[in-house]
């Protein structure tokens, strides 16, 4: 049935192409063959009727409503066939794009899909739209809902299948997909890597997280694993939203130490008291955040700067200023190619793990489990805070410290414990232990790490 109706709409696009050429040469046949005195009248309305495409009438027809008419609709097709010809050359830039190294196709209907593909380089990027294109490099889908993501993957798998793949997901863990060719990212996980690389901390901070949704777990997530300057620091987390299902699901938050994280499930509930932090970080929704902060400064004098998530920032601007507001979370700041792909990060994750492997035993970077596979992601995120270390002097052993307690802390955050006997399966390291508590062979495998790291600079 679909053959069928597929021949007869291209025979009625054909038609409707070549039916104007038909009513011109009726038209202009009598006109050259009675009055023109034309020895080749047939030939003479053929190319009269060619002209119509442009909008011409020849001869004396002017007052033929039926050329007329054959006329406008000549020139209804000649538009559809430069139509048809502009598409089939975006197709063959397409082709020719796709078999470019690192050729990129994004798909998708958010705002960051579009931001992503305006951020590639033209040679490579391509707009997927509709149709599943093949035989490109890489495929970035980020749709606006889970949903929406996965279906596309799955309706498309068999030409995904062993092709390099980024994921949009905001609420399907990453370190549940296996296949290794497959990235999974989220705008909240993007928002909090870009914030506090953006706003990086200087010394001990006292800190609110006021809204908890995934933006305000993230941040937290991040700055637990990214915020760490000195073995003897203290930062205070103070989180205002319900906290509850989070502290269900991570059950190791108190091992955080020497840093504290603080509860507050019932939101503010004392304005005065957040005159004493160093920073208040507003993560509700963008309608949320614009009381929030309208509260905040009314109902607060002298507190800190506020850094606000504002997918859009303008509205906020224009009302409040930009004095007293830093904002962070727009789509030029988390769907940029360099956090979406994020391959600098991920290749400097191979590159640590290899290292490690060749020297001390263990799996190829394929043969890695996801958990394994992002906890040297994690580790090369935090290289970011390792560099400013090296600037600053901080010596080699100090750094190695602060690195093991980053490695525990991702551990901590996916639920692992310390236990005498390691049990990977059951989520038991005997590594979980302060850093002094390591043994030497340990020891020196983080500072050797953190060695080359200086040497590289």
Known sequence: ?????????????????????????????????????????????????????????????????????????????????????????????????????????????????????????????????????????????????????????NRNYDILAGKRVYLQLENISRQNIQDPTVSVFSPSENCARSYWKSYPVERSEKIAIIGFGSVGQDILSYGLQINLIDPQQHFEYHVYGDGRQFRREHISLGEMTPDSIVFHDDGITDYEKL????????????????????????????????????????????????????????????ASAEVVLNEKCYEAARRQHEAYASKYGGVSWQELDSFKRYSNVSSSDFEFTIDRLIKKGVPAETIAELEHIRWCRYHYLNNWKYGEQRNDKMRIHNCLVPYSQLSEEEKQKDADAIRSRKKEQ
Request: hydrophobic fraction near 45%; charged fraction near 20%.
């Open 275 to 334: 005159r004493d932090f160093d920073r208040l970080i507003i993560c509700g929704s963008e309608s949320e955040n614009l009381i929030t902060v309208s509260r905040l400064m009314e109902f607060v004098p002298g507190c800190p700067a506020l850094d606000v998530y504002a997918p859009g920032g303008d509205l906020m601007a224009k009302l409040f200023g930009n004095d007293r507001l830093r904002w962070f979370g727009r789509a030029e700041d988390i």
């Open 1 to 153: 049935m679909n053959k069928v109706s597929n021949a007869f709409r291209k025979a009625l696009n054909i038609m409707y192409k070549i039916i104007p050429l038909a009513i011109g040469i009726i038209c202009y046949y009598p006109q050259y063959a009675v009055n023109g005195g034309s020895n080749y009248p047939l030939c003479d309305a053929f190319f009269s009727a060619l002209k119509l495409y442009s909008g011409t009438i020849e001869c004396d027809l002017n007052s033929s409503g039926l050329l007329q008419l054959a006329r406008f609709m000549a020139l209804a097709a000649a538009l559809s066939i430069l139509i048809g010809i502009f598409n089939k050359l975006q197709d063959i830039i397409t082709m020719i794009n796709v078999y470019m190294p690192s050729s990129t196709v994004v798909y998708g209907d958010s705002e960051c899909a579009e931001h992503l593909y305006n951020d590639l380089p033209r040679h490579i990027r391509i707009r997927g739209g509709n149709r599943m294109i093949k035989h490109a490099s890489r495929y970035v889908i980020m749709f606006s809902g889970d949903d929406s993501t996965l279906d596309f993957y």
